[in-house]
Nanobody, 111 residues
């Protein structure tokens, strides 16, 4: 099982980023997957999850209405579209499947 994230970067408040997580080694089409993040000096925080079929996404309250979690089955890729980013969204973002985590991608929101 392997998860490889990309798409992080530096963005101004109010901007957007789209994170990608390319998955391999398991049946992506039926796998529930999640995003977590860790801000400097803080614990890991759940961000979003999506069922194997891609339905019923669930989000932590602080990102509802701003983030969208989706799957591209043709590319075995999980996405996290992040809009209207806030400084408090600054963190390393990780995708997760069962006990496997990706390497993380840094998102920094700053003017």
């Amino acid at each position: 099982v392997q998860l490889v994230e990309s798409g992080g970067g530096l963005v101004q408040p109010g901007g957007s980023l789209k994170l990608s997580c390319v998955a391999s080694g398991f049946t992506f089409s039926t796998a529930p997957m999640s995003w977590f993040r860790q801000a400097p000096g803080k614990e890991y925080e759940f961000v979003a999850t999506i069922t194997g079929s891609g339905g019923l996404p669930h989000y932590t309250d602080s990102v509802k209405g701003r983030f969208v979690n989706s799957k591209d089955y043709a590319k075995n890729t999980l996405y996290l579209q992040m809009n209207n980013l806030l400084p408090e969204d600054t963190a390393v973002y990780y995708c997760k499947y069962e006990n496997t985590w990706g390497q993380g991608t840094q998102v920094t929101v700053s003017s």
